[in-house]
């Protein structure tokens, strides 16, 4: 990694769903505010911005990370993936994101970007969960108009769902 000088203005370049993109950031600026602000990404959310209440999880290479707590150059030829990058299509919904519609698995909506990507790269994973490991896999989200049921009745809908695809694939 080139050093960094504290001052400066960096460019930082990575894959943001599927999509080459470049950000000038100061080395102190989190991924989550260049998310937000110059590449207007802003179905991640910013909650507590302390890495407590998930409101920011997106995929890095793959793996869930929290926005709030990773510096934008650390991101340097990575691919991320936000809750944007979920549906297939303009006009198309993921399974998941499906599954939270037929299933109200939101209300006001903030915390169901950051569940979403939880709960994607999870069922990659994990194509057969139970109740217990979703409700473990969910710990890390608050959510506070729910209370949980919905979600995780979405989750194990698409998670059939999911099995079912590849069956038939």
């Known amino acids: 990694m080139p050093r960094l000088s504290a001052g400066a203005r960096h460019r930082v370049r990575f894959a943001l769903n599927g999509r080459a993109v470049e950000a000038e950031v100061e080395p102190r600026t989190t991924l989550l ?67 939270f519609r037929e299933h109200h698995g939101l209300q006001c909506g903030f915390c169901t970007p950051g569940i979403l ?20 896999v969910l710990s890390g989200h608050l959510c506070r108009c729910t209370g949980y049921a919905p979600i995780l009745r979405a989750a194990l809908a698409a998670a059939e769902r999911l099995r079912e695809d590849v069956s038939h694939a």
């Not at 937000?36 to 995929?59: F, K, M, S, Y």
């Not at 990507?117 to 473990?136: C, G, K, N, Q, V």
């Open 33 to 99: 505010d260049t998310l937000r602000g110059p590449l207007a990404a802003t179905g991640t959310h910013a909650g507590c911005e302390h890495g407590v209440c998930g409101a920011c999880t997106i995929q890095v290479d793959g793996s869930m990370a929290r926005a709030c707590l990773m510096l934008a150059v650390q991101v340097e030829g990575a691919s991320i993936r936000t809750v944007e990058g979920l549906a297939p299509a303009p006009d198309r919904l993921s399974v998941l994101q499906e599954a």
């Open 117 to 136: 990507m939880t709960l994607d790269a999870y069922l990659r994973d994990h194509p057969s969960p139970d109740e217990r490991e979703l409700r473990e």
